[in-house]
Each structure stands twice: as C-alpha cells, then as structure tokens.
C-alpha cells in the first residue's frame, strides 16, 4: 500500500495518468475532427510510396474487429458533426467586425508587397458576399496559427531546389519564420513548392503527391519553368506549367530565384493564408458519396 | 593517324577511314561492326566506350559510337548506320563495353533503333507508353499529350536475338518476378540529387536488384538545340549539371569556338578558368553536405553550405547571378571582372582551407562515418574503365582520367597541381577524393589568382571579332572537359548552318547510375543511399 | 528545503473535512490529471522550441524568430496548425490497430511521466516497485510504433516498424541492466527511496567506476530507445521518407511528434533521478555552508535543471553524429553493450557488498 501525493494510493494514481494520456489523445482528436476540414480522392487513400503506386500487397489480412470499431465510431462522429453546427450557431463567433484593409506580415509594410490588388480584392469579396461573411477571433486565430507553422513538402526536381536549400542553411534561415521542418511525407506536409521543371513522366506522380496531402495544403509554383514551361517551353515533353496538373496559390518566377524571392513568396503565402475564412470556407467537410472505391485485384 | 587507318583497314578491310578532321572517322556497316568493335577493343586497346550518339541522318538512321584508349588518350568515332527506318536494327556493343546498356537504350528510347543483343531493350527517359520516336526528323509533337494516368506494363522488358542463320527474333522478359517485394524509393525524395527512381527488390534488408527508372525531368534538350542557334543553346549547359554550370557552359564555348577557328583572348580564358574551379569548389562542397545529410550528420551541410555562400557571393557579383550564371559566351566572357575579384577569391580560399580541418574533424574521422563507408559499394578499377566511370567516382578506383590532365583544355597545362586517386573504390574513398580534390581546386585558385594580378586587372575579356552568325563548318565538333562529376563531352555535327543537325552532351552522371545496381547489390538499403550519395550524381544531367 | 507534502497534506485535510472520502480521491484525482496534462503539454512545447534552437545554434543560425518575441510562440502556432488539418483516413488500413497505435504509445509515456521524480512531496506514483514499474510500462510503446508501421499498409512503414521494434527491444535491456545497476547501489526500487539516498551525494559520484560506466551505457541505450541521435533509423528522413509515421496526418502524427519529445524529457528526468539525484540539490559531505546555499534553490527547479541539461547532451549528440546502420546496431547493442553492462553489474555488485563506495 503505497500513499503519495495527496495521500491517494499509488495505483489509484497510475490508474489516472493512464486515463489522462487516454484523455488527451480523445481530446484532441475530438478537437481535430470538429474543426477541420475533409475532402476525399481516390489517392488520398492510397499508401504512400513517392508519388508512384505501390507495388503488389503490403499486408496480408484484415482484423474483424474494424467493422465493429467502425461502426462505434460512426456512431459518436454523427453526433458530434451535429452538434458542432448548433454550438457556433449559438454565438461564438457572430461578432461582426470589418474586414482589416491592411494584411499585415510582421516587419513587411503592406506597400512592399507588390501585388496589393490581389489581396484587396479578396478581402473585398469577402466583404460583399453578405452579411454572414464575417472574420471573427477564432478564425484569426486559426489564421495566424497556419501562416505561421507552414511546413513544405520535399519535393525538389531541379535548380530551383538548391536555391531552396541555400535558403534552409546558415545564411537565409527560413527557420526564423518555423518553415524548416520540411516533411517528406505528404500526410504531414502544408505547401509543396514545386522546384523545377515538372515534365509528362513526372507529372502523374506529382498529382498523386499533392492528392495524398491532407488539406488545408497549398501550392507555390518555384521558378519559370513550373510557372509556364519557362525556358523548356518549347520541349516536347515538358509541362507548360504546373497548374494544368494542380491548383496554385502563389507564383514566383526566376531561374532560379533568388532566396530573398523565395521569403517574399512565403510571405505572400502566409498573407493570402491570413485572409482566408477557415470556419464554414477551408474547413469544408465533404462527403464520401459518389466515390466508389473500387478494390485492387492483387497483381 | 595515318597507323590507326592502315590497322583499321587491316582487321575490316570494307571499313571506311577519313582522317580529315580532328580526330579518325571510321564508318562501317553492322554487318562488320560487332567484329571490328572487338578488335578495337582487344587489340587496339580502345577500351573505353566514351559516348554513343544516335543520329537521323534523314536517310538513315544510326550511331556515332566514341572510343577512347586509356594508355595513349586518343579518340576515335565509329559511324555505324543502317537505312531502314521501319525497323532499324544494330548490333549491340554491351558485351564489350557494359556502359553501352544504359546508352543504347536512350538511342533506342529516341530513335527507334532495335539493339541485337542487348538484353534489357527498353525505353530509358520517356513513359513507358510514349509514341514514337522524339529525336527523328519527322517526330510529330502532338502524338503525345499530357498524360495524368500511370504508366503500366513497368516490368515488361525483351531482349532481341540473333540466331545461327541471322534470323531476329524477340524474346518477352520480366524486370521483377511477381513474388519479389518491390520497393519504390523515389521520385520524390529528400535528397538534392532529385527526381530518381530506384526500384529495389529487398529480401528483409538486403537488396537483390536495382532498377534505376530515370526520365522524370527529362525535358529534351537536344531536341530544342536542333532548332537552336549556338548562343541560344549556351543557356542549356547550365542546366543539366547545374552544380557545374559553368564548366558545361565553357565546354561548349570551347567547341564552338574550336569549330569556328576563333582565338580567345588569354585573360578571358584564365578568367573562365577560375570559374571552373570556383564552381567546381562549391560542387564538391554541396556533395560534402549532401552525403553527410544522407547518412545523419545534418549539421556538417549547414557548414558546408556557409562555405557556399562565399562563392555565391562572388558569382553574384561578377555574373549577376548566383546559380546559372551565363558568364561564358562564345569569344570569352561576358564582362570583365570587378577589381575586388582576386580579393574575394583569395579570401574563400583561405577559408575553405581553413575550414577543410573543421569537416575532417567532425565526420571523417568519426567512428560511425568510417564503418559506414568503408568497404560499402566497392567499385573495381576494371568495372570503372568498363562502365566509363570518370571523375571523383573513378579516380577513387585508381583510375587516372582527370581530363584536365589527359587531354588539357584551356590554360591547365600552365598550373601546378596533382590528380588524386585512392585504390580502393569504396564510398569512403569517393568521399575522401572529392575532399581531396577541394584542395587542389583551391591550390589552382590561388595560382591563377597571382597570374591574373601579374597580368594585369583590367584587359581583354573577349575576342575582338566574334560573328553574328555562328555557321560552323560542316563536320563532326567535339571537347570534353572535366566537370565537378566527370568528364563532360559536347558533340555537334554540323552541315553549314547557323542551327545544328545534332547536339548531343555526354553527361558524366548517365555512366554513374550505370553502377547503381553493380554496386548496390547485396548490399542493404541504407547503403543503397550511401552508395549513391558518394557517386554523387546530379539526375537533370542524366536526364537532360 | 521546500516540503510540498505540507501543502498536499493541508490541502487533503481540507477536502476530507468537508465531503466522503470517495469524494475527495476523485477530486485529487481529477487535480492530479489537470497537472499533468498541463505539465505534460508544457514540457513538449517547451521541447519542441528547446531543440530548435539548440538545433539552430550548433548549425550557426537561429533557429525560430519571428512568431512572437524570439520565436517563443512558435510551437503554439505549430500546435494550432496540427489541430486543424485534415485526419485522412487510408482505404486499406487496419483501422482498429491504426488508431490505437497513438493511444498506446501516450499512455506508456503519460504513466512513465507521472513516476518521475518532480521534487520534494510532489512524487504522484510511488510504489515501493516504483523504478521496476517504469521499466515494465515504457515497453508498451514499443507495441504503439510496430502497430502504427504495420497497420498502415505501405511498405516504408513496415519496414520502419520492424527496424523499431528490433532496435526497441534489444536496447530496452541494457536500459535494464543500467537501472538495475543503480538499483543494486541503491538498495531500493523506490523512487523516493533512491533519491533520498543521494543525500549526501549523486549516485554519478558515489559510485564512482561502475556508476560512471552504467550512466554511458544508459545514456546510449535511452538515445537507442528513444529513435533518436545516431539510433534514429525508425525514422531515418532519407532513407524511408516518414518511417513508420508516414500515413498518419494532422493530430494523429502529432502524437507521435509529442511523445518522442516527451520520451526524451522522460529518459533525461529517469536519468537523473538515478545519477543524478532527481530533485535532490548537490551536497558535498562536510560543507554546511555550500549545502544550506544548494538547499534554498526549490526542488522543482534542481529536477527540471538536470533534466534540460541532459537532454541537450542527447541533443548535441543527435546534431553531430551520422545515423549508425541496423546490423551495426544491434551488433553495438547485442556484442557490447550488453556483456559490458553485466560485467558492470556485478562489479557493482562487489563494491556495494564490500562497501568500497563514497558514503558506505
């Protein structure tokens, strides 16, 4: 019988810190899934192997306890999506504030920014799109956590890339800004920079890639060559651009650019980034309905 | 010359020899060229397969092959054509020089030429269901559109083979067994070395076969320089092997310049010189930080890349850029240097001197590194000649072929400075030639500082009279220099205009990746990693 | 020195005083459970921030700077960030095993937690077993990674998952054998019981040779246990991409970002309870002074100071060595380490029995 703190037997109190890591891994799951968002793609769901489909089966059998499991789950998620609705309906975040003018990005004056317009014409749509358009504290604060931990994904295929490793070395730093944990896994990942020519051999691969990232993800299109073809325009196996594969955020041009371009990108990134809606807009869960999963015959 | 054309016509009387240009043409048909290549190879001792060039001569469709001899580093070109374009037939050279697998598959990827012999004929750079044929003359472009599916059939191979009464027939393969435990490792992965993909048979954590599928950054290069002229094309070198952007760019100055009869100032020269060893410094210091990244050490690449910026900073100010610089231009270069350039140099040199002891201290002689490395991914001499491994890779087999010394361009006969070798041929050694060889870069900076400050700061920086037009006489145009990787070759043939008929750059990475799965096997995956970082190949060269 | 059992004992009084005692454990309970969920998110933020920066000094740069002063809301943002991405869930995974893997790697390092010694009556579970039971209870997260590899269905999880559990297991050993060392010096398996024994001295000291030795072998065993430093195959970036974490996004991978970090403060805060006397200040036997000086400085503080200064050994270790291969390893492991650790028993064994230690 051994006492401790408060007098309480120790067991008892091994028995509560087991609960309690129980409890935060439920706790923040909870939290995960309430507020963010879910999209689904054939493969999204596929293992991840660099962008190429795998090879043959990994595993050999299922457990029978999934379809049990499964079904709980479904069961308190159903609940808890109904729920969440009804919660921020009842006034959490209805203040009605004005859209700030000015997106600012800590030691960049908004003049800096070249390419005012875009963003103020953003904030300008968010403005007019009616009365429940609103950017209240928490999606500030969903903001301002995003733009500020944006971690890329590996994926380097040409020049572009040591100029991208140059900016993570001593000199440029991009770990000032939090960006150094580049993630090669694209499940962990928030932006691929696309560094280098994409070309059609490629190309497969990087829809996969960006298709297994877990949203919010974003795109920036690094050098000429992913922003149009850039000097290989003219090949015959080279992709004029990388969105006619993915959607992109934000362009950058040079060949290759410069390190102080690629912060200017980010910077870039990070203000759109801040301007977004995250509750009812990023945050959109969709449905699994109408994509048929159609189960591989082993090969 | 005249001996080579009269031992020549001895073994194969209905060959052809023209000894007009820089170097012998023997032309031969494929009927004879199996027997003449063996004879090159055993009895003239030509025993180093430096290039196959494919070649659509509009009415016919052939191969250029490049041989070399080790002893005497003489060249010869071989043409060997055949005039059926349905079905284009030529007999393979891999049993005599192994490095001919990966090349005549890019042939056979571009023109369509079927190897007898070759045992695993299959595309090289383009999908697996590509049309066609890129590089022929009558290539349509639009046979081939973006294609988002993935590719199939990627096991699927088939040799060619010739019976007693000449009769070819196909035979189907298969790259993997289907119980094999297939590995994907790439395209995406977190190495500089970019877009590779290795599919590696494992049996638990041993590898059994490696197959190196390359062409993700393929973006036809040669094609684009046929309809070129040369100074458009000069932007191209720089970004195959964009670690030795300047060397590339360089080299096919030298060719250029060398077809057109034109004499480069000495100060342009000794400037283009110095460049070459500044890039070839920053090459070997990312190859530093690459393969000690690879292996776990991430601190040493910060600090080899804090060396970097040194030279960045000097490119940037001379060139206006840091990386592609397009510094070198056909007569020279293109701007004189500011004043503070042999300062500047002198600094990084003593920096990275200084610095070198620093990198030693901290990885080589660890006791983790060193049983990492040693005896992993031994490469024999032999195998290094047979796969026409040049460079840092080759010199660590023990075998001389530092161009620089072979065969001296530029001004590098004036310089004092030594080839380094080891006699090993493990990773180890790879590693220690290229730090090795970072003192020889800085030992040649340093002379050629005290020249270019002896000759004077200011002075002629390019040829006072460089045509408009650049038509290069008719002919084949050749100069190999040795870049950070190896031995970099440019060909041009020409027929009298201002464009090309063909370019084509023999990068030295394509040879490496010929050794992957030579050396990778029986080995585990973490050496697999290892093994390549201390081949150190740059994949947008091997693509191009 | 500061006695926080006075203000548990005060604290219970006044509970029982006025509700059931059924009533009163739940409230302590439910105190106790707040605490440690506040000091185990704590302590990982503060882990995360901590490497960054160690990291971004010995690389000769900075590290985060710019969210908040010195970067210091950093890890905030990064946490907001994790919360908020999208869980995937894969087609062909083991989903029962594929979700339980995280649940079974944070309660191994939640129970873990709450054994280590905090400070002075602030000791939650102390059981006369107590140093056995950490050993026992640190093995479960060995099933969490190997059901995380497996369940994924890819072929770099598993293959990072089977190097983990080999590693895991032959390492838990010699971390055994070390404990076990101390164990024998100490003569208890209590945790209050060693750190009271270290009174008139850290065990580092006391023991001198074989204590010295068992602390080496511990220090790289834990590093092995941990898939951190030279040890880190598990999860080697560039040979397997994610490791056997790959397939999990969002909070489900940030768990286990969390608990390797917790793993290490948990490792650095066992080590120093066996070497280095847990909360209990530095006394040197004769200077009343120099002690009573030691002894103002509270106990939270000498616990937290030790285990920080511990952990950045591990991580100037990790920031300088290449990562060693698995045959290598587990030849170190199973061919080295091992004999030496129970050769180093039993010469601990020796001294203690003839009482050739300082303070016999």
Known sequence: MDFSIFGVQSTTLAITAALTGVLLVVGALVIAWLIGPRSYTEKKGEPFECGIPTRGDSMAQYHVGYYLFAILFLMFDVETVFLFPWAFRSGLCLEERSVEMEVKIKSMKHEDFKDNEYIDNLVEQLRAGGTNIIVGKLDQLMNWGVSNSLWPLCFGTSCCAIEFMCLGAARYDMARYGFEVARNSPRQADYIMCQGTINYRMAPALKRLYEQMAEPKYVIACGSCTVSGGPFKNSYCVVKGVDEIIPVDVYLPGCPPRPEAFFYALMQLQRKIKVQKYFGGVNRKEKLEGLKYVKEETK | ??????????????????????????????????????????????????????????????????????????????????????????????????????????????????????????????????????????????????????????????????????????????????????????????????????????????????????????????????????????????????????????????????????????????????MDELMRLSSHLLSYGCLTMDQGATTAFFYGFRERELIYDIFDRTCGARMSMSYSTIGGVVADVHEDFIKDVRHACDVIEKNLAEYHKLFTGNVIAVNRMTGVGILSKQDAIDYAITGPSGRASGWHCDVRKTNPYSLYNEFDFDEVTYENGDSMDRYMVRMKEMEQCIKILRQACDKLEAEGIQGEYIAPKVPKMMKLPAGHWYQQVEASRGAFGVYIESDGNTKPVRVHFQSPCFNLIGVVDLTCKDNMIADLITITASLDFVIPDIDR | MFDFGIVTRWLDELLNSVMPGWLTTTIECVLVAVGLLVAYSLIAMFYIFYERKVCGWIQCRLGPMRVGKWGLLQVFADVIKILQKELISLWHTDKFLFKLAPYLVLIASMLTFACLPWGKGLQIVDMNIGVFFIVAVSSIGVLGILLAGWASNSKYTLIGAMRSGAQMISYELSCGISILTIVCLAGTMSITGIVEAQEDGWFLFKGHLPAILAFIIYMIAANAENNRGPFDLPEAEHELTAGYHTEYSGIHFGFFYLAEYLNLFIVSGIATLLFLGGWMPLHIPGWEGFNAVMNWIPSVVWFLGKAFFITFIFFWIRWSFPRVRIDQMLALEWRYLMPIGLVNLVVMAIIVTQGWYFGA
């Not at chain 2, 494919?54 to 002893?71: E, H, K």
């Not at chain 2, 041993?206 to 973006?219: A, E, L, N, Q």
């Not at chain 2, 094609?223 to 300047?246: N, W």
Request: aromatic residues 10%.
């Open chain 2, 1 to 274: 010359m005249a001996e080579i054309q009269d031992k020549i016509t001895q073994l194969c009387p209905q060959a052809q020899v023209d000894t007009t240009g820089e170097f012998p043409l023997v032309t031969v048909d494929d009927a004879q060229w199996h027997d003449l290549a063996r004879a090159l190879k055993n009895q003239l001792h030509y025993d180093v397969l430096s290039a196959v060039v494919g070649m659509d001569w509009t009415d016919a469709l052939g191969c250029v092959y490049y041989l070399t001899n080790t002893s005497t580093h003489e060249l010869l070109h071989v043409k060997v054509a055949t005039t059926d374009r349905e079905q284009p037939r030529l007999h393979s050279v891999v049993d005599l020089w192994p490095v001919a697998n990966f090349q005549e598959r890019e042939v056979y990827d571009f023109y369509g030429i079927v190897f007898i012999g070759h045992p695993d004929m299959r595309r090289m750079f383009l999908r697996t269901d590509w049309v066609g044929y890129p590089l022929r003359k009558d290539y349509d472009p639009a046979s081939n559109p973006l294609r988002l599916e993935d590719e199939t059939n990627e096991d699927y191979t088939c040799r060619w083979v010739e019976d007693e009464n000449g009769k070819v027939t196909k035979v189907d393969g298969k790259v993997f067994e289907d119980d094999e435990y297939v590995i994907n490792v790439g395209p995406q992965h977190p190495s500089t070395h970019g877009v590779m993909r290795y599919r590696a048979s494992l049996d638990g954590e041993i590898i059994k076969k490696v197959d190196v599928v390359s062409g993700y950054i393929h973006r036809g290069i040669e094609k684009m320089c046929e309809s070129l002229t040369y100074p458009q094309m000069l932007l191209y070198t720089e970004r195959m092997d964009y670690m030795a952007a300047h060397i590339n760019r360089h080299c096919m100055c030298l060719c250029v310049e060398k077809a057109l009869g034109l004499e480069v100032p000495r100060r342009a020269e000794l400037i283009r010189l110095m």
